[in-house]
């Protein structure tokens, strides 16, 4: 079997060394083939678009921009409602809470009082049984009859608290002005 191989190797060593010239031929004959030819053509194009990607018209622009303007108010609005509702809830609950300190009795009366608790109990059913649908002015309207009452309290309430340290300053003042004139009169002599 050795000797079989041998020959078989022996010949294709003899056939590639008897025909080199053939072999050239056909290097040639592929790198023929190899070369590709390009050839350029001016192509026109022309954008038509369909289906979602198309271009919108100026008329379904102005459209759309109209649209988001009417939602972008309604949001708006919509915030704007929450937030006054907001705070006519917390003004109602923050003076219910002062009301019941006993800090108020020496600046309001118990006819007052009662009034005034009386108006924070029908704006706070108003609040939660009609008031769900309100507009803004409505909750607006409520939350300044509401002020309109609370806030002269509060400012006397404030007032009263304050006093005290005003006088103290004020006196301080009145001591200090004494004491300089004093001393002005002891040097003018």
Partial sequence: MSEGTD?????STNISDSSPKEN?????AIEKKLKKRTFRVPLKIT??????????????LIEAK???????KKD?????????????EGYIYDTKEKLETSELESVLTIEERQSF????????????MDGEDANVTDFQQRLDV??????????RLSELSARPAAFEHARKFYNELDQIVQDWESKKS
């Fill in 7 to 11: 020959n078989g190797e022996q010949a």
């Fill in 24 to 28: 050239k031929t056909e290097d040639v």
């Fill in 47 to 60: 954008e038509k678009t369909k289906g979602p990607g198309m271009a919108l018209s100026k008329e379904y």
């Fill in 66 to 72: 109209g649209k988001l303007e009417q939602l972008d």
């Fill in 76 to 88: 708006a609005d919509r915030r704007r409602t929450a937030e006054l509702k907001n705070n006519l």
């Fill in 117 to 128: 608790t009386k108006k924070l109990e029908e704006v706070q059913e108003w609040l939660y």
């Fill in 146 to 155: 509401l002020k309109s009452i609370g806030d002269p309290i509060f400012f």
